[in-house]
């Protein structure tokens, strides 16, 4: 008798079975949908990439030899990936630092700042380019001017550049950490600070490790956007040969010349790379970060 009032002991499944999203019934809409999110990845992303490639690689690997034995082409090269790196490196510093703020801190004015930050997003970079160029010139500028007088020139050069490329990715770093820093919360910094632990040390042992996969990826999403910027660039630059022309303006010129094998060669350089880093971050990541 007493055994019949014993409750049935029933074990729990095991950790990574419950964290397992459950399974869905497929039914016909399942299908069409998955039909639909297919045909438009397909005809938006993986065809007009596919052409490319197969353009690119008409005549074997001579369109690819051609643009390296360029010296005009490879300087554009050269100045994409260094406006590229600068770009990356000064987004992922102010990105780290304004999501931060935007988490940790209350202060007057922090919604529009918010918003302001997607103002890069929803703004043609032409406009990006051409306010730009209204406060840098050197003859009418705001401040280019007062910058020219002192040899430091920023419209029509490198810098301009890299300030154009540096406005229009800055929102992809901080909308890729501030998701994290929201989830990952408080606690163990408090913690930390209760242990004794001051700002830096919190930083670097606790903060940075659990947002560096936000980091990583906001790093791919800002290179990728660095490396195809167009319009913002165009403006800036001024698209000197040899100077200031970078790849994508490359790419345009050759295409408007009637050199579609040098524009595809280009093109295609500039896809592999983004394509290689989102390639790596996929395979190095962790499973429970996919």
């Known amino acids: 008798m007493a055994d019949t009032l014993m409750p049935e002991i029933v074990e729990a499944p095991p950790v990574e079975e419950r964290r397992r999203a459950p399974r869905v019934g497929r039914t016909p809409t399942t299908y069409v949908l998955r039909f639909v999110a297919t045909a438009y990845l397909f005809l938006l992303v993986a065809w007009p990439v596919s052409l490319v490639v197969t353009r690119t690689f008409d005549g074997g690997f001579a369109s690819i030899q051609s643009l390296l034995e360029d010296p005009d082409t490879v300087v554009a090269l050269q100045l994409s990936a260094y406006v590229a790196f600068f770009s990356v490196l000064i987004n992922t510093l102010f990105g780290v630092g304004i999501s931060l703020l935007?988490?940790?801190?209350?202060?007057?004015?922090?919604?529009?700042?918010?918003?302001?930050?997607?103002?890069?997003?929803?703004?043609?970079?032409?406009?990006?380019?051409?306010?730009?160029?209204?406060?840098?010139?050197?003859?009418?500028?705001?401040?280019?001017?007062?910058?020219?007088?002192?040899?430091?020139?920023?419209?029509?050069?490198?810098?301009?550049?890299?300030?154009?490329?540096?406005?229009?990715?800055?929102?992809?770093?901080?909308?890729?950490?501030?998701?994290?820093?929201?989830?990952?919360?408080?606690?163990?910094?408090?913690?930390?600070?209760?242990?004794?632990?001051?700002?830096?040390?919190?930083?670097?042992?606790?903060?940075?490790?659990?947002?560096?996969?936000?980091?990583?990826?906001?790093?791919?999403?800002?290179?990728?956007?660095?490396?195809?910027?167009?319009?913002?660039?165009?403006?800036?630059?001024?698209?000197?040969?040899?100077?200031?022309?970078?790849?994508?303006?490359?790419?345009?010129?050759?295409?408007?010349?009637?050199?579609?094998?040098?524009?595809?060669?280009?093109?295609?350089?500039?896809?592999?790379?983004?394509v290689a880093c989102i390639v790596v971050v996929a395979i190095i990541r962790p499973k429970n970060h996919a």
């Open 102 to 274: 935007l988490v940790r801190q209350q202060f007057p004015g922090k919604r529009v700042l918010n918003a302001l930050l997607d103002i890069p997003l929803s703004v043609s970079p032409i406009v990006v380019g051409l306010a730009l160029v209204l406060v840098y010139s050197g003859r009418n500028g705001w401040f280019g001017s007062a910058l020219s007088s002192i040899g430091f020139q920023v419209i029509f050069s490198t810098p301009g550049i890299i300030m154009a490329t540096t406005f229009v990715a800055l929102p992809l770093m901080i909308r890729e950490i501030v998701p994290v820093l929201e989830e990952i919360g408080i606690e163990q910094e408090q913690a930390a600070q209760s242990l004794g632990a001051n700002a830096m040390q919190r930083f670097w042992r606790i903060t940075l490790p659990s947002i560096k996969w936000g980091i990583v990826y906001g790093v791919v999403l800002t290179l990728a956007r660095s490396l195809g910027e167009f319009g913002a660039v165009k403006v800036v630059s001024g698209n000197v040969l040899g100077q200031t022309r970078t790849a994508t303006l490359v790419v345009e010129e050759k295409y408007l010349n009637f050199d579609q094998q040098g524009a595809y060669a280009t093109a295609f350089l500039l896809a592999m790379v983004s």
